[in-house]
């Protein structure tokens, strides 16, 4: 445990902060009568001091400095400066030989004044990094219910996609039907279990992309031309779980069907805690049907970057003559 998450160590501040203050008098005035007051007065009014320093920062403060009752803050003060002045008369009255004269007059009254000034600022700061810490919190908690939210939504859109995949093999009473099955039960077990960790190797989102496009061959075969080339030098990095499947999915999605010579091309590269990734596709750019439900996959990934890359990551996307390429950069973990 750090010491800065010990639950002694800010108590372990102010008892180190109140003890050097209280033996700095004891110290210099040791047996020695100042200014006409007796030698135990400045300890025993510090102490007092620190009563009134608490005083204000946990009661005083919390309950009453506030637009509606800031002017009973303001007399609890008064009020209390004005005890504490007099009390102490009447108590160093008591004491033999003692005298009031213009300097004690000071000593006697001033005293608690940068007690409260203290009090008052360490309130303030307090309820300021409290309140950054609930924000923080808050932030956190958000930020970790959209990422939940947009995660959920892509195990759906790839399953509508995978079975709408089956439904053409079926479709053809192809032979290929069963193995595609296997392959998608191997894909729905790393989606189930694998993906609901907050990062995971590269390398398994790696074979995540193989599974996928050999599961896309298996329906459309040399119909499309597929060339993949992957190089990771990094396989023990760490990247968001299904971060990549969405470029390739649109890319089988738009880049097949009504497409002359239709080809897609993937690059994948991991070096030194970066990533980059390329894919490009051509496409029937007078082919303007298009599902509802188009799309999703790529905003879904670019909200996910943004939540957790932000800064990190370099996404460029360009769409021209019947050509859609996508090139991100990313920092990894």
Same mark, same amino acid.
């Given at each position: 445990?750090?010491? =800065? ?9 102010? $008892? ?13 005035? /040791?047996? &020695?009568?100042?200014?006409? #007051? @007796? ?12 009563? #009134? ?30 005890? /504490? ?5 009447? %108590? ?33 700061? /307090? ?18 219910? &959209? ?7 892509? /195990? ?10 089956? *439904? ?7 032979? #290929?039907?069963? @193995?595609?099955? $296997? =392959? ?16 995971? @190797?590269?390398? =398994? ?18 119909? *499309?031309? *597929?060339?993949? &080339? ?7 990095? %760490? ?26 091309? $993937? ?8 990533? %980059? ?24 990934? =670019? ?19 019947? $050509? ?10």
């Amino acid at each position: 445990m750090t010491q =800065k998450n010990s639950p002694y160590f800010i108590p372990g501040i102010h $008892i180190f902060i109140w003890a050097v203050l209280l033996a700095i008098p004891a110290i210099m005035f /040791s047996g &020695e009568t100042v200014i006409g #007051l @007796p030698e135990n007065f400045f300890l025993l009014t510090n102490i007092y001091n620190i009563g #009134l320093f608490y005083l204000n920062a946990y009661i005083l403060y919390p309950r009453l400095f506030n637009r509606k009752y800031w002017w009973l803050y303001m007399l609890s003060i008064a009020g209390l400066l004005a005890f /504490s002045y007099y009390a102490k008369l009447f %108590l160093l009255n008591l004491s033999p030989g003692f005298q009031l004269t213009e300097q004690n007059i000071r000593v006697i009254f001033f005293p608690p004044v940068p007690f409260f000034i203290a009090s008052f600022i360490f309130r303030l700061v /307090s309820n300021r990094i409290r309140f950054e810490k609930l924000e923080k919190e808050r932030r956190a908690e958000r930020l970790s219910s &959209e990422l939940k939210f947009l995660r959920s939504q892509v /195990s759906p859109h790839f399953l509508f996609n995978m079975m709408a995949n089956m *439904v053409a093999l079926a479709r053809q009473k192809s032979d #290929l039907l069963e @193995p595609a099955l $296997i =392959k998608l039960s191997d894909l729905l077990r790393y989606m189930l279990y694998d993906s609901n960790e907050e990062k995971f @190797p590269v390398s =398994k989102e790696i074979d995540l992309l193989k599974n996928y496009i050999d599961l896309q061959q298996l329906r459309f075969g040399e119909d *499309v031309d *597929v060339k993949l &080339e992957i190089k990771n030098e990094c396989p023990d990095c %760490l990247i968001e779980p299904l971060l990549l499947i969405p470029f390739i999915e649109n890319a089988f999605k738009h880049g097949i069907g009504m497409v002359k010579d239709p080809f897609i091309s $993937i690059q994948l590269e991991v070096k030194a805690k970066q990533l %980059l990734f390329k894919i490009i596709n051509n496409y029937n750019s007078n082919n303007f049907s298009k599902d509802k439900n188009s799309g999703i996959g790529m905003v879904n990934v =670019k909200n996910r970057l943004e939540l957790l890359y932000s800064g990190k990551y370099k996404l460029q996307i360009t769409d021209q003559d019947g $050509i859609y390429a996508a090139q991100l950069n990313l920092m990894l973990l």
